[in-house]
Structure formats: structure tokens, C-alpha cells
């Protein structure tokens, strides 16, 4: 029976773990009628806090194709932005800020996570790419990976990123929690399509693990 016990609820690690939603990934809401609307992006938080405008220099915004042209690195469907038809955005030469969202999912020990989102750097936007750009990984609230600074997707131009990490135990159960970083520079740094995966072999391995237990419970009953 402990055994059962021990291999659903492996199992309910497992299912949990395949299961993690970034909300308002491509920065919809709120609507940037106003284009710019400054203020933080439904769902997430943001650092500094506080009313829009001086407190926090981003917002989200509707890039247009003299920002970025249709189809840019290879863009499915001539797209202007990855997902949807709004970025969030850092403006320019501000302190360190920060999009971070804590995810309904928790950790599971030994599955690789894959942070993944596309940078931008808009076409009328000159001088010199930040580096400040980066991903992150929280566990319960708690930063424990951030990415080197993330390479310049050239000027006009979007890039996709990506930042691993390998839950340890003391991750297990913890709140998994993604953010990203910018910026000091002179150009404004872009976000978009935020996504946040569980390494398929990792997982794989896993549920063989999990099948090799019941296999082993039910041969001991026999």
C-alpha cells in the first residue's frame, strides 16, 4: 500500500510538472491603446513597484513594421512581434528593472526546466544593446539562476532565448517563478512569448521510473 501511495503520487509530480502556464505570456492585457501604456503587464510583477510612469519606466506597447519588420528572423506568417500584437517593453537608460510571475506549478527534483522568450530591439531605436537583458529562474520567491547577459538580437530585430535549469531537493514543492531583466542602456529592450517547459527526456525517464515501481508492486503481491 505505501508503495501505491508512493508511485501515485510520483505520478501526480509528474502530471503537475507538465503542467505550467505563464499568464498574459505575450503581454494582451492590459490593451496599449494608448501605445505606450505604462504600468505593469497583467499577471506579472514588477520591479520597481509602484504608479504608473516614473516608478516603472515599461509598459506594453503595439510595435509597428518601421520597429520591426514583417517576418524577422523568421517569424511565422510575416508577423511583426512572435505572439499576439503586443511586447512588454524597459525603457531606455533606467535602473535595472524587472517582469518577474510565479507560475501555479511547483518543482520536481531532477526535471530540466526551459525558460524560453524572444528579446527585441526596435529599428528606431540607436545606441548600444544592454547588458542587463536576462532570464531568470525563482523558487519560492528566491532567484537561484540567472542568465549571463543575453546577446543582441541586432537592431530591427527579435531573438529567441532560452535559460535551463535542473531542480534540485531543495527545489521540491517550491513555487516555480520566471522573470526578466533590463535594462541600463540606451536601447529599449523588448519581450515577448514567454514559455516555460519541462525537459521531455527528463520527464521521460521519469514516468520509466515510475513504471518500474508499479511493475516491481505488483510482481511482490504475486
Not at 526546466?113 to 529599428?123: I, K, Q
Not at 531583466?181 to 529592450?189: A, K, P
Request: charged share 10%; with cysteine.
Amino acid at each position: 500500500m505505501i508503495r501505491i501511495m508512493a508511485f501515485l503520487n510520483s505520478y501526480r509530480l509528474l502530471f503537475n510538472a507538465l503542467l505550467i502556464t505563464i499568464q498574459n505570456f505575450s503581454f494582451e492585457t492590459p490593451g496599449a491603446a494608448s501605445n505606450p501604456n505604462f504600468g505593469c503587464p497583467n499577471s506579472w510583477t514588477c520591479s520597481p513597484s509602484g504608479p504608473p510612469g516614473p516608478a516603472l519606466q515599461g509598459g506594453v506597447y503595439t510595435p509597428t513594421s518601421t520597429q520591426y519588420a514583417p517576418g524577422a528572423n523568421g517569424l511565422t506568417g510575416r508577423k511583426i512581434v512572435p505572439a499576439g500584437t503586443q511586447a512588454a517593453f524597459f525603457s531606455i537608460n533606467q535602473p535595472v528593472q524587472s517582469l518577474t510571475q510565479n507560475t501555479s506549478a511547483t518543482f520536481v527534483t531532477g526535471v530540466n526546466y526551459t525558460l524560453s522568450a524572444w528579446v527585441g530591439w526596435r529599428n528606431d531605436n540607436t545606441g548600444t544593446w544592454s547588458p542587463d537583458a536576462k532570464l531568470e529562474f525563482l523558487s519560492g520567491g528566491t532567484v537561484v539562476k540567472t542568465s549571463l547577459a543575453l546577446p543582441s538580437p541586432g537592431q530591427g530585430q527579435w531573438h529567441l532565448v532560452a535559460l535551463n535549469y535542473l531542480a534540485t531537493v531543495a527545489d521540491s514543492g517550491q513555487i516555480i517563478g520566471v522573470g526578466l531583466l533590463g535594462s541600463t542602456g540606451n536601447v529599449q529592450i523588448n519581450w515577448d512569448n514567454v514559455t516555460l517547459v519541462p525537459e521531455p527526456t527528463t520527464l521521460l525517464l521519469l514516468g520509466l521510473g515510475f513504471a518500474l515501481l508499479a511493475f516491481a508492486t505488483r510482481r511482490t503481491k504475486i
